[in-house]
T-cell receptor, first 112, second 110 residues
Framework: NAGVTQTPKFQVLKTGQSMTLQCAQD?????MYWYRQDPGMGLRLIYYSASEGTTDKGEVPNGYNVSRLNKREFSLRLESAAPSQTSVYFC???????????FGPGTRLTVL | LAKTTQPISMDSYEGQEVNITCSHN???????ITWYQQFPSQGPRFIIQGYKTKVTNEVASLFIPADRKSSTLSLPRVSLSDTAVYYCLVDTGTASKLTFGTGTRLQVTL
């Protein structure tokens, strides 16, 4: 089992560009999460998905959109990147909300 | 948003017991408390989870007092490889109220 995989590992964007971060899990988990972690800071929830086709805003959703098209995959889209979105993005999954979360390796995004 | 606070950093010698406390004064009745460990350039990794009193697994113990407004992660006999950042998580069941603590950077030396 690969667990939680994320692509890409690194990305540099210019202000205003768009991109999609991909996340997939092979553990048959229902819940999936997108977090951002700024340097020296804790994790903040961007979006949460309880199941295929459902998503909920987290603490910091502005500037992001998500898509949970199937049980395995949960993507995060930046429509118009801003320097304030420079961060490390982690995807995670858990059997259900409140269970142990398994994290991916992260995507390091820099917006110039 | 519920505030979850931890000490910024702690130092310990190898072989000592380390206790890291998390304050979560707005915890709700059904919330669980979970602790994660994070090494540089990696995603967090689950350590332990509990609801009340005491929980123990092969790597740590978690102590939760009766009022549940705080919790303490106990790492017995730490080693150099336990140097990491430790986060507590209180999940109140709604997406916007999943709150990681501020993180405690543990440095273990010989």
């Amino acid at each position: 089992n690969a667990g939680v995989t994320q692509t890409p590992k690194f990305q540099v964007l210019k202000t205003g560009q768009s991109m999609t971060l991909q996340c997939a899990q092979d553990m048959n988990h229902n819940s999936m999460y997108w977090y951002r972690q700024d340097p020296g800071m804790g994790l903040r929830l961007i979006y949460y998905s309880a199941s295929e086709g459902t998503t909920d805003k987290g603490e910091v959703p502005n500037g992001y959109n998500v898509s949970r098209l199937n049980k395995r995959e949960f993507s995060l889209r930046l429509e118009s990147a801003a320097p304030s979105q420079t961060s490390v993005y982690f995807c995670a999954s858990s059997r259900n909300r409140g269970n142990e979360q398994f994290f991916g390796p992260g995507t390091r995004l820099t917006v110039l | 948003l519920a505030k979850t606070t931890q000490p910024i950093s702690m130092d310990s010698y190898e072989g000592q017991e380390v206790n890291i406390t998390c304050s979560h004064n707005n915890i709700a009745t059904n919330d669980y408390i979970t602790w994660y460990q994070q090494f540089p350039s990696q995603g967090p990794r689950f350590i332990i989870q509990g609801y009340k009193t005491k929980v123990t697994n092969e790597v740590a113990s978690l102590f939760i007092p009766a009022d549940r407004k705080s919790s303490t992660l106990s790492l017995p006999r730490v080693s150099l490889s336990d140097t990491a950042v430790y986060y507590c998580l209180v999940d109140t069941g709604t997406a916007s109220k999943l709150t990681f603590g501020t993180g405690t950077r543990l440095q273990v030396t010989l």
